[in-house]
């Protein structure tokens, strides 16, 4: 395994705050990139209070505790942050300002997420960013975009799962909206966010010039519509929320046995008629036989399914359909999946030593790299969340010392 990742060549600043920028900055981060996250004096990233829970460090390892616990961390904060250095600056003092420019000069990636104009009025607009450093590829996101009739309105998670339609098309049915479980608008925008940077990156080593890349929640949820967009934009058909079921394709979603719920996904008339052998049923029923009919009389094949179902457990539901080779699955709360053997076989469970909090264990990153003979090359060593501006005297140090030869320095000095 690797002890750098394949963007250690890499420095990032980080001016970013919340979760979509940071997300973007830590999927850099654990891929080995530098990523120098800078904060506000005194309070930091807006996350360092977003809770509780709260931690605190207990001669037992850790508690969770108020929010005003003396060397409490809030782990909304520790899950987007891992991989980072924080130096705080006031980017209204001139003296901090400067300071943030020299790691601009210096940086690879800018990555901000500040309502648009804000840089602008700091003097950093894209134009001056350019003149300190050309070869600067800079990720902006917005929460409605930089431009376009509303394209100054601030965004935040929820509000875009609205606006985008994701809310519409999640609950239990058309009259009940609900937000996704996670604030999946921010980690989407950070993702796609991460995407164009590497993708102005790889550019850049065509051309030797930066470029702004620009995201927004809105732009990330529309981005996931898939099938669900192309329903309106070339059927005229409203998609509407339809609970725990497929909107196009069943029997495919959560199913009640009898002593709790399986969930199936019976994604083609092959499977449909192995479901059939497996548990009696006759596969061309009328009104049943194809996908478009069984979707057409949802309620009736969930009643269907539904009462075969009822005379088997759960955990010997799910081994039947595992033999009958029906793609199937259990519903887990987040105990379960951590503690399941599958999710740390896949490297999503990491432990970093944190500087006020001891070992702690965060979601790992979600990719694996291997060499073409098979050996696992990725990145091992990870860094934990920094407390807030524990690299400030580092990093104005690294500034002042003489630049090292690299493929920076040569462009610095020229």
């Known amino acids: 395994m690797s002890t750098t990742g394949p963007l250690s060549d890499l420095l990032v600043v980080d001016l970013s705050r919340a979760l979509a920028g940071p997300h973007a900055t830590m999927m850099l981060g654990d891929l080995g990139a530098r990523v120098i996250k800078v904060e506000a004096p005194g309070h930091g990233d807006d996350t360092r209070g977003w809770g509780p829970p709260f931690v605190q460090p207990t001669d037992d390892g850790f508690a969770t505790c108020g929010p005003d616990g003396e060397g409490a961390e809030s782990t909304y904060f520790l899950s987007a942050n891992r991989n980072k250095e924080s130096i705080t600056l006031d980017l209204k003092d001139p003296a901090d300002l400067t300071v943030l420019k020299r790691l601009i000069i210096r940086a690879d990636v800018l990555v901000e997420n500040f309502r648009p104009g804000v840089l602008t009025r700091l003097g950093l607009g894209p134009e001056r960013l350019a003149e300190l450093n050309p070869a600067l590829v800079t990720l902006s996101i917005?929460?409605?975009?930089?431009?376009?009739?509303?394209?100054?309105?601030?965004?935040?998670?929820?509000?875009?799962?609205?606006?985008?339609?994701?809310?519409?098309?999640?609950?239990?049915?058309?009259?009940?909206?609900?937000?996704?479980?996670?604030?999946?608008?921010?980690?989407?925008?950070?993702?796609?966010?991460?995407?164009?940077?590497?993708?102005?990156?790889?550019?850049?080593?065509?051309?030797?010039?930066?470029?702004?890349?620009?995201?927004?929640?809105?732009?990330?949820?529309?981005?996931?519509?898939?099938?669900?967009?192309?329903?309106?934009?070339?059927?005229?058909?409203?998609?509407?929320?339809?609970?725990?079921?497929?909107?196009?394709?069943?029997?495919?979603?959560l199913f009640r046995c009898a002593d709790g719920a399986v969930q199936i996904a019976v994604g083609s008339e092959k499977l449909w008629h192995m479901f059939c052998a497996g548990f009696g049923l006759d596969p061309d029923l009328p009104g049943f036989a194809t996908n478009p009919e069984r979707v057409s009389r949802r309620d009736?094949?969930?009643?269907?399914?539904?009462?075969?179902?009822?005379?088997?457990?759960?955990?010997?539901?799910?081994?039947?359909?595992?033999?009958?080779?029906?793609?199937?699955?259990?519903?887990?709360?987040?105990?379960?999946?951590?503690?399941?053997?599958q999710t740390a076989s896949q490297g999503l469970l990491l432990d970093v030593e944190h500087a006020t909090l001891g070992k702690v264990t965060l979601p790992g990153p979600p990719l694996r790299f291997f060499d073409p003979v098979g050996a696992e090359t990725t990145r091992r060593a990870h860094a934990a969340p920094p407390v807030l501006g524990s690299d400030g005297a580092a990093v104005r140090a690294w500034l002042d010392a003489p630049l090292l030869s690299s493929r920076r320095a040569s462009e610095l000095s020229a």
């Not at 099938?227 to 979603?253: E, L």
């Not at 759960?314 to 080779?325: C, I, P």
């Open 142 to 253: 917005s929460g409605f975009g930089h431009d376009g009739p509303e394209g100054g309105r601030s965004g935040y998670d929820q509000i875009a799962q609205g606006e985008a339609g994701l809310m519409s098309l999640t609950g239990s049915g058309p009259d009940d909206p609900q937000k996704v479980g996670t604030p999946i608008g921010d980690l989407l925008a950070g993702m796609y966010g991460a995407y164009g940077l590497l993708a102005a990156l790889h550019e850049r080593e065509r051309t030797g010039r930066g470029q702004v890349v620009r995201t927004s929640l809105l732009a990330a949820v529309v981005g996931v519509h898939g099938f669900q967009g192309t329903r309106w934009t070339i059927a005229g058909t409203v998609g509407r929320a339809a609970g725990n079921h497929h909107a196009s394709i069943s029997p495919y979603g």
């Open 300 to 341: 009736e094949t969930i009643a269907l399914v539904e009462e075969v179902f009822v005379g088997w457990k759960a955990e010997e539901l799910l081994a039947r359909l595992d033999e009958v080779g029906i793609p199937a699955g259990k519903v887990r709360d987040l105990e379960d999946v951590y503690a399941w053997e």
